[in-house]
């Protein structure tokens, strides 16, 4: 049984090396363009449509984790849309992309928002992301904002 298993881990590593890491890299890289282009239309349904609709997604962000797509969004529309609050204008800066295999990718960067009033917060961030039948999406988002 362990070696069937060692040999479908192995067929899948070599697999993988067929895989073009340069479209897997630009196709992930497109999500997170998407991502900044559907925030700066204050667009937060198109933004959430980067991440998995699952009640497994998981999103970690100023020593809270939240579990859930629903919960996620939840979350933005209370930080980013309720009252008083704004969006702003979305950066991702220095971006890399590690393939972890076909069907998985780890992404790493900057974020910032800079306000209406010209004030600007951001942080880093890292996600996990996968490719299902409808595309890539993020599984895990860990982001954290800059000391103040």
Not at 34 to 61: E, H, I, M
Not at 69 to 93: C, N, P
Request: aromatic share 10%; proline share 3%.
């Amino acid at each position: 049984m362990m070696t069937m298993a060692l040999i479908v881990f192995l067929g899948s590593v070599g697999n993988f090396e067929q895989v073009d890491r340069e479209t897997l890299i630009a196709e992930v890289q497109h999500v997170l363009d998407v991502q900044v282009a559907d925030w700066n239309r204050r667009d937060l349904d198109g933004f959430c449509r980067g991440y998995w609709n699952s009640p497994k997604l998981t999103f970690q962000s100023g020593g809270t984790k939240t579990v859930g797509w629903e919960a996620m969004k939840k979350r933005y529309k209370a930080r980013y849309q309720s009252e008083g609050k704004e969006m702003g204008t979305l950066a991702f800066e220095k971006v890399e992309v590690e393939p972890l295999g076909p069907e998985s990718a780890l992404a790493r960067g900057r974020w910032e928002l800079t306000m209406s009033d010209g004030t600007k917060v951001g942080g880093l961030f890292t996600v996990v992301v996968r490719k299902f039948p409808q595309g890539w999406k993020i599984i895990h988002d860990h982001t954290s904002s800059d000391e103040k």
